[in-house]
């Protein structure tokens, strides 16, 4: 799935291709690397963000709880069930939280924050079947359940992280049983104790 040149970068050895160099020329004032996991709603972000934030010391930032508490919204959707987001009020909210690093940021979208902040994109994806029960089972139904279920099939969230961020950090890990995401913390872990490890001096390769 992850395909890259060989590069004397340790952390390449655990995401092939990933090159986080590439990020953001803010890295170096940050204390730690932030992190987005997106992907369609029901493939299993907040899970990942959980167990990552309380494995790893970084902090969750679940834009849905951010969009709700500090009102960075312009109503709400009846027919879609959710918060109409206003972006820049988001990004006003978010900015602060970001600055010093350590983040990892929960939303299904991650198109609308800047490159600078940003030091790995994790997109998680899942089968359609068992995307589809799982939604289902959250009590999806009409237009919500079928724009979910088309986004995840047409990779639409993959592609949008693609277009957003330099191809060299942007991650796809699947995420269709436990083992799917023990093994994924498992890795994106070890990609953070190696990123503080390369940057403890706050130098930028």
Same mark, same amino acid.
């Given at each position: &799935?992850?395909? /890259?040149?060989?590069?004397?970068?340790?952390?390449?050895?655990?995401?092939?291709?990933?090159?986080? +160099?590439?990020? /953001?020329?803010?890295?170096? &004032?940050r204390k730690g690397p932030n992190i987005i996991v997106t992907g369609?709603?029901?493939?299993?972000?907040? +899970?990942?963000?959980?167990?990552?934030?309380?494995?790893?010391n970084l902090r969750h930032l679940s834009v849905n709880e951010i969009?709700?508490?500090?009102?960075?919204?312009?109503?709400?959707?009846?027919?879609?069930?959710s918060w109409i987001v206003d972006e820049d009020k988001l990004l006003?909210?978010?900015?602060?939280?970001?600055?010093?690093?350590?983040?990892?940021?929960?939303?299904?979208?991650?198109?609308?924050?800047?490159?600078?902040?940003?030091?790995?994109?994790?997109?998680?994806?899942?089968?359609?079947?068992?995307?589809?029960?799982?939604?289902?089972?959250?009590?999806?139904?009409?237009?919500?359940?079928?724009?979910?279920?088309?986004?995840?099939?047409?990779?639409?969230?993959?592609?949008?992280?693609?277009?957003?961020?330099?191809?060299?950090?942007?991650?796809?890990?699947?995420?269709?049983?436990?083992?799917?995401?023990?093994?994924?913390?498992?890795?994106?872990?070890?990609?953070?104790?190696?990123?503080?490890?390369?940057?403890?001096? /706050?130098?930028?390769?």
């Open positions: &799935m992850f395909k /890259g040149p060989s590069q004397d970068h340790s952390s390449l050895l655990l995401f092939p291709g990933v090159d986080d +160099t590439k990020a /953001g020329p803010l890295r170096a &004032m369609t709603p029901g493939v299993g972000k907040t +899970t990942h963000c959980q167990e990552l934030a309380r494995d790893s969009v709700k508490e500090r009102e960075c919204h312009a109503g709400w959707d009846d027919e879609l069930q006003d909210a978010l900015e602060i939280e970001v600055k010093d690093g350590g983040c990892i940021i929960d939303w299904h979208a991650c198109d609308l924050f800047p490159k600078s902040w940003i030091d790995l994109v994790i997109v998680i994806r899942c089968n359609s079947t068992v995307l589809y029960d799982r939604l289902v089972a959250r009590g999806y139904t009409g237009k919500k359940l079928d724009e979910n279920m088309d986004a995840e099939i047409m990779e639409v969230l993959l592609e949008e992280a693609r277009e957003a961020y330099d191809q060299e950090i942007v991650v796809e890990l699947q995420s269709d049983a436990t083992e799917d995401v023990d093994s994924n913390i498992e890795r994106i872990e070890t990609w953070i104790k190696q990123w503080k490890k390369d940057h403890a001096d /706050g130098s930028v390769e």
